[in-house]
């Protein structure tokens, strides 16, 4: 039997955030069954099957942007091409936070 990773499992639950949507590293999280939210961060960070599993759409619970392997910048610059609205670098996650079933 082939256990998945965590990382691996981090990877899944990110590639079903929608375009024009995000996720909190806390809703990857409590997914996961835990209260690993930096592992989760780092877990994207070294995310080898961008953009197909799109780590750019995982931000923090507060809604600020985190971080971002290629710079936030670029996050940044992603974001606001899939439609997502930027204001003092938080996304209000009411309007833009991806439900998940």
Avoid at 26 to 55: E, M, Q, T, W
Avoid at 84 to 95: D, E, G, H, S, Y
Wanted: charged letters at 25%.
């Amino acid at each position: 039997m082939n256990k998945e990773s965590f990382a691996e499992r981090v990877y899944k639950i990110t590639a079903q955030i929608p375009k024009g949507k995000v996720a909190t590293y806390r809703d990857i999280a409590h997914l996961l069954n835990c209260r690993a939210y930096r592992a989760v961060g780092s877990a994207l960070n070294k995310n080898p099957y961008a953009p197909r599993v799109p780590c750019h759409r995982v931000i923090n619970s507060d809604g600020r942007l985190g971080g971002f392997a290629s710079g936030l910048k670029k996050k940044i610059r992603i974001l606001q091409h899939e439609g997502i609205i930027i204001i003092n670098n938080k996304i209000n996650l009411k309007k833009f936070g991806h439900q998940w079933s």
